[in-house]
């Protein structure tokens, strides 16, 4: 397991922009499969963005599509998601994940075997 941190969350008015950012430990991150799954009140987690090994091999969930971008920066051992046009019904809080056994494409929270501590994001409406 690899620890992750996130940052970047807060309060931002529907249309805005917030980047989140999650600093992961480990000198193998550049193998990691990564990403982002957000979970709503009263709501199950669920996935949102992922990356492969390759910062080229995307994936999204279709609420997002669009929307959001997620990118990786291998000599920061850093994962990025870049939201914009962010509704209200994207208030959640966020967590990064990183898969460090398969590297493949992952979109359940079983696929991922470290976990961030979260942060909140809120857009007001």
């Known amino acids: 397991q690899v620890q992750l941190v996130e940052s970047g969350g807060g309060l931002v008015q529907a249309g805005g922009s917030l980047r989140l950012s999650c600093a992961a430990s480990g000198r193998t991150f550049s193998t990691y499969a990564m990403g982002w799954f957000r979970q709503a009140p009263g709501k199950e987690r669920e996935f949102v963005a992922g990356?492969?090994?390759?910062?080229?091999?995307?994936y999204y969930a279709d609420s997002v599509k669009g929307r959001f971008t997620i990118s990786r920066d291998n000599a920061k051992n850093t994962v990025y998601l870049q939201m914009n046009s962010l509704k209200p019904e994207d208030t959640a809080v966020y967590y990064c994940a990183a898969d460090t056994i398969a590297g493949g494409i992952a979109t359940t929270q079983q696929e991922y075997d470290s976990w961030g501590q979260g942060t909140q994001v809120t857009v007001s409406s």
């Open positions: 990356i492969r090994w390759s910062p080229s091999n995307t």
